[in-house]
T-cell receptor
Framework: DQQVKQNSPSLSVQEGRISILNCDYT??????FLWYKKYPAEGPTFLIS?????DKNEDGRFTVFLNKSAKHLSLHIVPSQPGDSAVYFC????????????FGKGTHLIIQP | NAGVTQTPKFRVLKTGQSMTLLCAQD?????MYWYRQDPGMGLRLIHY???????AKGEVPDGYNVSRLKKQNFLLGLESAAPSQTSVYFC???????????????FGPGTRLTVT
């Protein structure tokens, strides 16, 4: 049973517009959520995270929103740039993540010029 | 500062052969993890370690063993490789941060393993 779901395998967005990537989870014990970006043949790189005590976290062009009642989080990228084209993974953890992360299947973001 | 490194980058094994994947980190992190990623899937946790000399099972531990004899190294062993273990293996490390923050994990570049 998938505890972290990314229902859009791919997303195409025009350069300069907003990219919105979505993630749903089922485990109410998750208390820490992260987004990772991955290029082909490389390891995932950390992008941004949010604790369950917050509902929003911003870092430059990236903002993560958390809706605990809906068990939903989203990543907003504004403005989208060509270098943002990659696979984005949503991940979640209990107890802050010391015991490891549970990943979604990823969303392939394609930024069109 | 190399971060997290993995050896080897690629390997082809025959069914029944054994091998060890090495992960090393130079960030003095307490926590280390092994994940596998299969096509169209997210990363799944195999084993992890919360400190030198300790290991624990993750979501998909069967067919693998691990050891953490030194803080900076985390080894993943396949005693008798099977085609189902064909995958890309990622190692990660993390540390505990102060305040209401979690454990951000830093990943290595991956090892692509094919078992024929």
């Amino acid at each position: 049973d998938q505890q972290v779901k990314q229902n859009s395998p791919s997303l195409s967005v025009q350069e300069g517009r907003i990219s919105i990537l979505n993630c749903d989870y089922t485990n109410s014990m998750f208390d820490y959520f992260l987004w990772y970006k991955k290029y082909p043949a490389e390891g995932p790189t950390f992008l941004i995270s949010i604790s369950s005590i917050k509902d929003k976290n911003e870092d430059g062009r990236f903002t993560v929103f958390l809706n605990k009642s809906a068990k939903h989080l989203s990543l907003h990228i504004v403005p989208s740039q060509p270098g943002d084209s990659a696979v984005y993974f949503c991940a979640a953890s209990e107890r802050g993540g010391a015991d490891g992360l549970t990943f979604g299947k990823g969303t392939h973001l394609i930024i069109q010029p | 500062n190399a971060g997290v490194t993995q050896t080897p980058k690629f390997r082809v094994l025959k069914t029944g052969q054994s091998m060890t994947l090495l992960c090393a980190q130079d960030m003095n992190h307490e926590y280390m993890y092994w994940y596998r990623q299969d096509p169209g899937m997210g990363l799944r946790l195999i084993h992890y370690s919360v400190g030198e000399g300790t290991t624990a099972k993750g979501e998909v531990p069967d067919g693998y063993n691990v050891s953490r004899l030194k803080k900076q190294n985390f080894l993943l062993g396949l005693e008798s490789a099977a085609p189902s273990q064909t995958s890309v293996y990622f190692c990660a490390s993390s540390y505990e941060r102060e305040g209401p923050q979690g454990y951000e994990q830093y990943f290595g570049p991956g090892t692509r393993l094919t078992v024929t």
